[in-house]
């Protein structure tokens, strides 16, 4: 009896969700295969104009279906599938100079084929550039589903719905968290777990702007966390690592934690640090 009622609640359930509710094996299979189809070439036929000309109508029939699947109109569909391959030169272009970044900036990266194969920060930018793409046309859930499976792949959290400028550099990655309304400029590197979180606001203000802008060259090290809608990180600033950021500063500012590193000599602990687990 429980289960013919737990069988009606599901019923129930998927009777009130959409329909159309995209199929997410498939929408991560697309996104990784487009991935490699754009950066990581492996046959050789691949430089071959008709070959590619064909491995691309590929993809866009694949997306046309994703897109139709969360859209209400097939005319909505084939308008923004169109419109993300008009703006695939220009995103390409933007993520080599993400790669070129990489090059330039990180001693441990040798060639531009190591970045663009080995490197989660160029993937979680690129799956990101892809996704805000839809983002920008009104697609929701589908984005979504992009960049959660670049997250669970490297660690790495960029909202779909952020701007981010050019040249944009990721060094380590992992616990990188970057919110919705963030806003990035030019050239702006940033460390392993970094933040770029809103305060605490209520569901209400979900429209607003919620987390900071980072203006041009800006340097985040690791652990740091910058958090609110008005808060404001001025050009060619450093931001230390574990640095906890709620107000905006100047441009050429450098915010740093300091920490104090005690040594103790060879006395007893006194009582309260002297406990057991």
Not at 50 to 55: C, E, Q, T
Not at 193 to 200: D, E, F, I, N, Q
């Amino acid at each position: 009896m429980q289960d013919k009622e737990f069988i009606q609640q599901l019923q129930k359930h998927f009777n009130r969700v959409q329909s159309d509710f995209p199929e997410k094996g498939r929408a991560q299979a697309f996104i990784d295969d487009f991935f490699e189809f754009l950066f990581v070439p492996a046959e050789k036929e691949k430089g071959d104009e008709a070959y590619l000309s064909g491995v691309m109508g590929s993809f866009r029939n694949q997306l046309f279906e994703l897109i139709k699947g969360v859209s209400d109109k097939e005319d909505n569909a084939s308008s923004i599938t169109q419109s993300f391959f008009d703006a695939l030169p220009y995103l390409h272009a933007e993520l080599l100079k993400d790669a070129a970044s990489v090059l330039e900036f990180d001693p441990a990266a040798y060639s531009l084929e190591e970045v663009l194969v080995a490197y989660p920060g160029f993937y979680a930018t690129a799956i990101y550039r892809l996704s805000n793409q839809l983002w920008k046309k009104g697609v929701r859930i589908l984005p979504r589903i992009f960049s959660e499976h670049a997250h669970s792949k490297t660690g790495i959290d960029i909202h779909p719905g952020a701007s981010i400028g050019h040249s944009f550099f990721i060094d380590h990655g992992t616990g990188i968290v970057i919110g919705e309304t963030s806003v990035i400029g030019n050239n702006v590197k940033i460390y392993q777990g970094v933040t770029l979180g809103a305060l605490s606001v209520s569901k209400d203000q979900a429209q607003t702007k919620r987390h900071p802008t980072i203006e041009d060259h800006v340097v985040i090290y690791s652990g740091a966390t910058i958090l609110g809608g008005d808060t404001v990180v001025g050009k060619h600033s450093l931001i230390g690592g574990n640095v906890w950021l709620t107000h905006s500063v100047l441009p050429n500012s450098i915010v740093y934690h300091k920490s104090e590193v005690t040594i103790r000599d060879k006395n007893p602990l006194s009582e309260a640090l002297n406990f057991v687990i």
